[in-house]
């Protein structure tokens, strides 16, 4: 192998080497994305659960 095709052999690898690592990190943008909203949503339906806190608290049942 001549010194040209290696350098383009190790051009590629670099290419490919960045391009791999530009997707992990969209990537774990992504999932950190999801999970924030994820605790939004937690978050929220907390709140609503707890506007009343004696909504639900005793239940009287008669026969």
């Known amino acids: 192998m001549d010194i ?4 383009i052999i190790m051009s590629q690898s670099k ?5 791999g690592i ?7 943008d992504l999932n ?3 999970q924030h909203r994820l605790l939004q949503m ?4 907390n709140q609503n659960i707890s506007a009343d806190p004696n909504l639900g608290a005793i239940l009287d049942i008669k026969v």
């Open 4 to 7: 040209a095709a290696a350098s």
């Open 15 to 19: 290419a490919q080497n960045s391009a």
């Open 22 to 28: 530009i997707l992990l990190k969209k990537t774990m």
């Open 32 to 34: 950190q994305e999801s």
């Open 42 to 45: 937690i978050n929220d339906t």
